[in-house]
């Protein structure tokens, strides 16, 4: 199992070009969790999905932001005009069909850092 | 709502010293909590949770319902434990984790 997979692992982007981040969970895992964690700060949660499903995006931006998770394929994070603010660490998080309260555990991609110039 | 406060940014302790990386929550249910490890630009890994009661790497933490916190204790710190620890505690529906700030943990020669 190759773990959870994210790709760029490194990002540089003028003001206001567009950043796309990608996560493939682990096999078997259908919950995909993105985590924002700016630089000296902690990790923020922002978006939850399932397959072509947002469950809970309380933590996204409202503009320019958007995440989807299709039926084939990675999760995409997108980031459209993005500005020096966005420079990050983008962590992809995956979890299995059952919920975490039965032992199940959240397992962690090695982040996408994205630097706005 | 719930909410994870890790009141330390940076905690810097001499190997061999004991450390304690504080954690405090505020939930209205059972909590579920757990701590995570992330050594430098490497992928966050969980170190322990509390449902478990084990100990990883010589850490241990205890929940204390009382005081709404769960702490991250070592006895005797080494130097391989420098990295960013977190506190997150699991919601009600146990699908996602929210995390407390982080603390840096420094440990010196």
């Known amino acids: 199992n190759a773990g959870v997979m994210q790709n760029p692992r490194h990002l540089v982007r003028r003001r206001g070009q567009e950043a796309r981040l990608r996560c493939s969970p682990m096999?078997?895992?259908?919950?995909v969790y993105w985590y924002r964690q700016l630089p000296e700060e902690g990790l923020k949660f922002m978006v939850y999905?399932?397959?072509?499903?947002?469950?809970?995006e309380s933590g996204m931006p409202k503009e320019r932001f958007s995440a989807e998770f299709p039926k084939e394929g990675p999760s995409i994070l997108r980031i459209q005009q993005v500005v020096r603010g966005d420079s990050a660490a983008y962590f992809c998080?995956?979890?299995?069909?059952?919920?975490?309260?039965?032992?199940?555990?959240?397992?962690f991609g090695e982040g996408s850092w994205l630097t706005v110039v | 709502a719930q909410r994870v406060t890790q009141p330390e940014k940076l905690l810097s302790v001499f190997k061999g010293a004991p450390v304690e990386l504080k954690c405090n929550y505020s939930?209205?249910?059972?909590?579920?909590l757990f701590w995570y490890v992330q050594y430098s630009r490497q992928r966050l890994q969980l170190l322990l949770r509390?449902?478990s009661r084990e100990s990883i790497k010589g850490f241990t933490a205890d929940l204390n319902k009382g005081e709404t916190s769960f702490h991250l204790k070592k006895p005797f710190a080494q130097e391989e434990d420098s990295a960013m620890y977190y506190c997150?505690?699991?919601?009600?529906?146990?699908?996602?984790?929210?995390f407390g700030g982080g603390t840096r943990l420094m440990v010196k020669p």
């Open positions: 998080a995956s979890s299995p069909p059952a919920a975490l309260t039965s032992g199940n555990t959240i397992y």
């Open positions: 096999k078997g895992h259908s919950h």
């Open positions: 999905l399932q397959k072509e499903n947002i469950i809970d």
């Open positions: 939930y209205s249910g059972s909590p579920e």
């Open positions: 509390h449902i």
């Open positions: 997150a505690l699991l919601n009600n529906a146990g699908n996602m984790l929210t």
